[in-house]
T-cell receptor, first 114, second 114 residues
Framework: AQSVTQLDSQVPVFEEAPVELRCNYS??????LFWYVQYPNQGLQLLLKYLSGSTLVKGINGFEAEFNKSQTSFHLRKPSVHISDTAEYFC????????????FGAGTRLFVKA | EAGVTQFPSHSVIEKGQTVTLRCDPISGHDNLYWYRRVMGKEIKFLLH????????ESGMPNNRFLAERTGGTYSTLKVQPAELEDSGVYFC????????????FGNGTRLTVT
């Protein structure tokens, strides 16, 4: 079975500062990895995904994440955040062969302060 | 294209009552998923439809929950009778092919059982 741990439930940061949201996963098989974002009163929106190939993945809104297989991590980063990045971010994992269930972490609330 | 649509957006019911949530997936998406998030916790998988068939219902909490997808189009999730612990946000997601992520999410239905 797969599991996802998001190490920080809340991350406050000042505008234009860099941010890293941490995600570790557990799986006995190869997986796909995702970050989703949920803005207030909206559904989840895909930020970026790792399916295969380059371990550095770039997504929308200037976010990127690096897949580290040895550390089973998929941390999300942005070099300079904006007020509009305030949202909840979810890391997720899915087996890449068979089984279609996507497993989510508990979420990290990012607060960007002026 | 229209996104995944869920309604109602909010529902407040008393313990013991029945509630039915509806999800309209993106047109042409054979795969439909239900997820639930209890406050502050991870988004948990409930079940997965492929067209009108239940592919995986391992996440359904108990037999008070009944999901249907007649004709392979929209889906309903009925909770009968509702209990306090059923409160949370119920998300629906769809994808064109189960093997091809990502999921497209609706805005969710916030269910409050009092």
């Amino acid at each position: 079975a797969q599991s996802v741990t998001q190490l920080d439930s809340q991350v406050p940061v000042f505008e234009e500062a860099p941010v890293e949201l941490r995600c570790n996963y557990s799986s006995s098989v190869s997986v796909y990895l995702f970050w989703y974002v949920q803005y207030p009163n909206q559904g989840l929106q895909l930020l970026l995904k790792y399916l295969s190939g380059s371990t550095l993945v770039k997504g929308i809104n200037g976010f990127e994440a690096e897949f580290n297989k040895s550390q089973t991590s998929f941390h999300l980063r942005k070099p300079s955040v904006h007020i509009s990045d305030t949202a909840e971010y979810f890391c997720a994992v899915r087996k890449n062969t068979g089984g279609f269930k996507t497993i989510f972490g508990a979420g990290t609330r990012l607060f960007v302060k002026a | 294209e229209a996104g995944v649509t869920q309604f109602p957006s909010h529902s407040v019911i008393e313990k013991g009552q029945t509630v039915t949530l509806r999800c309209d997936p993106i047109s042409g998406h054979d795969n439909l998923y239900w997820y639930r998030r209890v406050m502050g916790k991870e988004i948990k998988f409930l079940l997965h439809f492929v067209k009108e068939s239940k592919q995986d219902e391992s996440g359904m909490p108990n037999n008070r929950f009944l999901a249907e997808r007649t004709g392979g189009t929209y889906s309903t999730l009925k909770v009968q009778p509702a209990e306090l612990e059923d409160s949370g946000v119920y998300f629906c997601a769809s994808s064109q092919e189960a093997l091809r992520p990502p999921l497209h999410f609706g805005n969710g239905t916030r269910l409050t059982v009092t």
